[in-house]
């Protein structure tokens, strides 16, 4: 007996611990948990790591080669000892030096884009988060609600003041809204898994609850169609990284026009001979220059290879800024008209879905409404809150597609 109270207390003690293991996230809280140790932010930066090894290849100087030569022929022995070092002075060194480190800035540029391809992954998840809690509320109170008028019909029937149909036709409409209900539940397991993704392995999904956002707050103004593309030419990483592809493609060019001016090889050592004295005694010394004749190798396929780099490269600018333009003004259009039909139905339906259920229950208490037409109007007053959290829902959605492409955060 005292071992089944011990367990009891230590339950009940427990409970505020698992309470409290809720963690509420505002958008804010859920990008600031998206940080540089995030095993996605590191797995998208490695990759940096990779390119910036690979931009050291370029700057290597060419290592000296140790010769030593002995030749004996009729008595004569020849002993030499050679150094030689092969001096890039055309400037071709740097060049490539520079075109790989303007690779580099395109695979930083690249990175930062796909750090931010994340964080709106991450604010569509946390949106889907917000809508799926906002259905399962609504739901829920249409439940409660359905379940009060059974209560009530249940009372009226005992005191055969009701039929026994209205009590079974409530009690059937809180079992559909149940089984939509499980549906909803199921949704928000999946959006909290889907945000909880986004964060350390540790993290609980079921733990997350998103902060629901105030009712009525004014929206943030959009700027012009001008004004994001402006915006969006000098903040969007990827139209950085093509201009950065384009310029280490004509440098790459300009190093490549290069390289057909030979660059030479200084060679300089030392030479002893027994022509004299019979005896490899005599030390002299061994100087030449080695170049190189570029008469069949004139590096044309390097040219090429960098002349239609760069060619793609502002190809690739061109027609990322045509489709810029357009999907700025595209989604700015769908902002605007899906903010006017979520604002227009939550103005026209504010008050009209509940006086549409008092009027119901008022008529159906006067015996003037039918049991079917009560519920209907408890129907529709539970599929107007739902509908308005779907179009705010699509509303944010929209947002956060106009903030991805512009770069503009829209709060």
């Not at 809720?22 to 797995?43: F, G, H, N």
């Not at 992954?121 to 739901?139: H, I, N, S, W």
């Not at 939550?346 to 229950?361: G, K, M, Y």
Request: neutral net charge; charged residues 25%; aromatic residues 4%.
């Amino acid at each position: 007996m005292r071992t089944r109270t011990w367990c009891v207390a230590a339950t009940l003690a427990c409970l505020p611990t698992l309470v409290a293991a809720k963690t509420v996230l505002s958008e804010a809280d859920a990008l600031a948990k998206l940080s540089a140790d995030s095993p996605r932010v590191r797995e998208i930066r490695s990759g940096v790591d990779v390119t910036r090894a690979e931009a050291l290849a370029p700057g290597r100087w060419p290592n000296p080669r140790f010769t030593f030569n002995r030749e004996s022929v009729a008595g004569v022995t020849e002993n030499m000892f050679m150094v030689a070092q092969p001096l890039p002075i055309t400037g071709r060194r740097g060049l490539e030096v520079d075109a790989a480190s303007e690779l580099l800035a395109a695979s930083e540029q690249r990175a930062d884009e796909a750090v931010r391809q994340v964080r709106s992954a991450l604010r569509r998840a946390y949106a889907d988060l917000v809508g799926a809690q906002l259905r399962a509320t609504e739901m829920i109170a249409s439940r409660d609600r359905l379940r009060g008028l059974a209560d009530v019909l249940g009372r009226r029937e005992a005191a055969g003041e009701a039929a026994g149909y209205d009590r079974l036709r409530a009690e059937r409409e809180v079992i559909e809204i149940e089984a939509d209900l499980t549906a909803a539940r199921a949704d928000r397991a999946r959006a909290q898994a889907a945000l909880a993704a986004f964060f350390a392995p540790t993290t609980n999904p079921s733990t997350l609850v998103a902060a629901v956002p105030q009712a009525g707050v004014p929206r943030q103004p959009l700027p012009t169609v001008e004004e994001l593309v402006a915006y969006a030419e000098s903040r969007v990483p990827e139209l950085s990284a093509l201009k950065h592809e384009q310029q280490s493609a004509s440098l790459a060019m300009d190093a490549a026009g290069r390289r057909p001016i030979p660059e030479p090889e200084v060679v300089a050592g030392t030479k002893s001979s027994s022509v004299a004295r019979g005896n490899v005694g005599d030390v002299g010394t061994v100087f030449s220059i080695h170049i190189a004749i570029p008469l069949f190798d004139q590096s044309k396929p390097e040219q090429a290879l960098a002349q239609a780099r760069r060619a793609q490269a502002e190809a690739r600018i061109a027609a990322f800024q045509a489709v810029l333009h357009a999907d700025v003004a595209a989604l700015r259009t769908i902002v605007l008209e899906r903010r006017q039909a979520a604002d227009s139905y939550r103005a026209s339906t504010a008050t009209s879905a509940a006086q549409l259920e008092r009027i119901a229950q008022v008529s159906y208490d006067a015996g003037e409404r039918s049991i079917l037409e009560l519920v209907d109007a408890y129907r529709n007053s539970g599929s107007t809150r739902l509908r308005q959290v779907a179009l705010d829902a699509a509303v944010r959605h929209a947002e956060i597609e106009l903030e991805l492409v512009s770069g503009w955060e829209i709060r």
